[in-house]
């Protein structure tokens, strides 16, 4: 009786032992579905199913950005620009610079390079042109204000494209979670900025 019971509670603890190994296992292996938008930044979320689509979004999306912080860095450089329009810009970099690091870090996951300006469709992805960036650049006072918010409802309004584009067509859950949250927060800055273009 007493072999019995001590063979019936090694067998239980080898069904335990196996159990619990089988869950360990279920749970750190395959791809990882995150749905946040900042959920990508572990490695098996970022490595998880994408396509071409997922790559180009985040091909374009970096320089789009990278361009969105350089027209803020300009406006804030200014002295007597609209602390309204001040407020936007600093919105506008500090939700963008933390994007771009994401987008590269995807991109790094997924072997691809990250592109760069060469990628982008000027006057069709609301790119900015030299000549647009020099206008900023000179703008001042209250004209830099006017400018730098007709310019950057544009830039907006292209990344609003874009992002709809990866909803529509890419596979990488916390990729089109991202392009979601672009869509959802640029759409809310252009009616901003229209208000306010409106009442300068």
């Known amino acids: 009786m007493l072999r019995t019971s001590r063979t019936i509670r090694s067998s239980l603890l080898a069904t335990v032992a196996v159990a619990a190994a089988l869950t360990l296992s279920a749970c750190g292996g395959g791809a990882t579905t995150a749905t946040g938008p900042g959920a990508g930044s572990t490695p098996a979320a970022s490595s998880a199913a994408f396509n071409p689509a997922d790559v180009a979004f985040a091909r374009m999306m970096i320089p789009h950005h990278e361009q969105a912080v ?4 300009d406006l804030l450089a200014k002295h007597g620009a609209d602390p309204r329009v001040v407020d936007l810009a600093r919105q506008i970099k500090a939700a963008q610079e933390p ?3 994401q987008l590269t870090a995807w ?3 997924w ?3 990250t592109g760069g300006m060469s990628d982008m469709d000027h006057g069709t992805d609301g790119m900015m042109s030299d000549a647009d960036m020099m206008t900023l650049g000179n703008a001042t006072g209250a004209d830099a204000d006017r400018v730098f918010l ?5 830039h907006h309004e292209g990344a609003i494209a874009m992002a709809q584009t990866e909803v529509d067509d890419g596979d990488n859950a916390d990729a089109q979670a991202l392009a979601k949250a672009i869509v959802s927060s640029q759409t809310d800055e ?11």
């Open 111 to 113: 072997g691809a390079d």
């Open 190 to 200: 252009v009616a901003a900025m229209t208000d306010l273009l409106a009442a300068l």
């Open 70 to 73: 350089t027209m803020s860095d």
């Open 150 to 154: 007709e310019l950057m409802i544009s």
């Open 107 to 109: 991109l790094t996951a």
């Open 99 to 101: 994007e771009i690091d």
